[in-house]
């Protein structure tokens, strides 16, 4: 019976809206561990650009699913989904309750739904050859590639996230399938039932605070940390590097332009990243929002979500 299915929390919601905080709090109330679900914390020695918390703001509660590989490696939907849902069974047999954590929409939906990306492995050498066309003809040029053999994917991915852009031309050329065949009628996943919540906030809050992460990025040391990074051997056309922050702090480095307007340009792309996210996770039907900013108190958005919870797990639905 439906009832009887193990529940598994997701706690989605665009860049800076404070999921961290959430999550954590949200762990510690519900003998939780964290699964993360964000396509950059995913890579080792990028905690800076990519927000990761400390060890100190973890607060004893397990994380997985961050700093699992090296910047150059490749990493697909399909391999994220099979390790996320062996921890959320390890978490599961332990008696405790996995929570999802995270913005990348097509990590959360291969956990929402059965997507099927198996045929989908990894090509290196296709990735490669994509990613050369975007730095020498141009994210455009890229883009214009996707329209022609899945414009379903091409209109909701922007042309300068150039990892997802060549994600699906890779699917495509895997599977024979397009990104959007994946969605048409999507399944929901069988072996557990998902219940989301989805954090929001006013934009000018929302933006306000993008500004602000981005502020203290640069003061904790992004230049530093992305400079370590191409010291170690990581070439500037490693998958990673393709990221928000990272990009952008390269060309500074490389002199293509002054920090102040690397620092402007992360913040304005990153406040277009978070307005993607915000109409990607609207899609979906079965979720709960939570607006942020209208609770004084963090405890006081955590009761209201608790109380939530309990009440989609006491209906079974």
Do not use: C
Request: proline share 4%; no cysteine; aromatic share 8%.
């Amino acid at each position: 019976m439906e009832q009887q299915k193990p529940v598994v929390i997701f706690v989605v919601g665009p860049t800076a809206v404070g999921k961290t905080e959430t999550t954590i709090s949200l762990a510690k109330e519900l003998n939780g561990e964290i699964i993360y679900a964000d396509s950059m914390q995913i890579y080792k020695g990028m905690d800076i650009g990519t927000a990761t918390p400390t060890l100190e703001e973890m607060d004893g509660i397990p994380h997985h699913l961050v700093d699992v590989v090296n910047p150059d490696e490749n990493f697909s939907v399909a391999e994220y989904e099979k390790l996320a849902k062996d921890h959320i069974r390890r978490i599961l047999n332990k008696g405790k309750t996995p929570i999802v954590s995270g913005g990348t929409g097509l990590y959360i939906n291969s956990l929402l739904f059965d997507m099927d990306f198996g045929d989908a492995h990894s090509n290196p050498e296709l990735r490669k050859k994509y990613y050369r066309t975007a730095e020498v003809e141009g994210n455009d040029v890229l883009h214009q590639h996707l329209m022609k053999i899945d414009p379903q994917a091409a209109l909701e991915i922007h042309p300068n996230n150039v990892i997802k852009v060549v994600r699906a031309l890779e699917i495509n050329y895997e599977t024979g399938k397009n990104v959007g065949n994946f969605r048409e009628n999507p399944r929901p996943v069988v072996e557990y039932r998902p219940i989301v919540i989805a954090l929001s906030r006013k934009r000018k809050d929302l933006y306000e605070r993008i500004n602000r992460r981005v502020d203290l990025m640069i003061e904790d040391g992004l230049i530093d940390e992305v400079r370590t990074l191409l010291e170690k051997g990581y070439e500037r056309d490693s998958v990673a590097f393709k990221g928000l922050g990272y990009k952008e702090i390269i060309k500074y480095i490389d002199g293509e332009y002054p920090l102040h307007d690397a620092v402007r340009i992360l913040k304005r792309n990153t406040r277009r990243f978070a307005k993607r996210q915000l109409t990607w996770f609207k899609r979906y039907d079965s979720l709960k929002w939570f607006q942020v900013d209208r609770y004084e108190k963090q405890q006081d958005l955590l009761k209201d979500i608790i109380s939530y919870i309990n009440e989609q797990r006491e209906n079974g639905q």
